[in-house]
């Protein structure tokens, strides 16, 4: 099926405008087919920007376009000015939503992690054995998350350590270098280290989320959501809120 032929159909999905089992067909396809989850996700965003002031404006006219050229009346030349008309709107606004929709996308998603990210605490951190991580716990308790990062770094350095590559990834995501941290956090989810694993793979489900990597994000929650573990409700509620 065609790329167009594809957003055609779900656009109709979306406005329920499809017969129950054409719903049906385009449903599952929303979820096995990675062409129909891209369309449906588009066309989910671009329902909910219409909902805005700014963007209803663009809604109108096209309405006044289409109601001008179904006009009883209409002239062969007029019918082809309102269809050029309309075929213009929607490159313009074709043109504008994309990177409207990345930026809306992208905020949308910045939100979401500022709601869920919490800071990481190390409640008895004073008492870890090894003195060098005592000192990055510390400066990452303190906020100074880039001393707390070349701290694990150097650390890392000496000996491989689950600990220390879990702090340097909590530093680089608390100092907003997210791809730097879920290198960090993937090499400590593959661990035996059940509590840092899980830890491990919350925070790289955020960190992707805020770098709008919907597809790993979403792939990651879902095994989160599975695991049963401390992170589940969370992985849950913030998958329902990806989607609505």
């Known amino acids: 099926m065609k790329t167009q032929e594809i957003h055609e159909l779900v656009e109709r999905y979306v406005r329920g405008d499809l017969s129950k089992e054409q719903q049906e067909f385009v449903g599952d396809k929303v979820k096995s087919d990675e062409a129909f989850r891209e369309a449906y996700a588009l066309h ?6 219409l909902l805005d002031d700014d963007m209803r404006e663009y809604e109108q006219l096209l309405q006044e376009v289409y109601h001008e050229k179904n006009a009883t009346g209409s002239s062969g030349k007029s019918r082809r000015v309102y269809y050029a008309v ?30 869920y990210y919490t800071k990481y605490t190390f409640d ?18 303190e906020q100074q998350y880039d001393s707390a990062a070349m701290i694990a770094r150097q650390f890392l350095k000496k000996q491989d ?11 680089l995501l608390a100092d907003g270098r997210c791809p730097e941290s879920i290198r960090f956090f993937t090499r400590v989810a593959q661990s035996d280290n059940m509590t ?17 990597r919907m597809e790993e994000a979403e792939l990651l929650l879902s095994r989160i959501k599975r695991a049963k573990n401390d992170y589940s409700d969370q992985a849950a509620d913030l998958l329902k809120k990806i989607h609505q």
């Open 44 to 49: 989910k965003d671009i329902k909910r920007a």
């Open 196 to 212: 840092l694993k899980e830890n491990a793979e919350w925070y790289k489900a955020l960190a992707l989320l805020k770098l709008n």
């Open 86 to 115: 309309a075929a213009a709107i929607v490159v313009l606004i074709g043109l504008g939503t994309v990177l409207f929709f990345q930026m809306n996308r992208k905020t949308f998603n910045e939100r979401l992690f500022e709601q």
């Open 161 to 171: 350590s689950m600990q220390a590559g879990f702090l340097a990834g909590l530093s």
């Open 124 to 141: 008895n951190y004073r008492s870890e054995q090894q003195s060098d991580l005592i000192i990055g716990y510390a400066y990452y308790m």
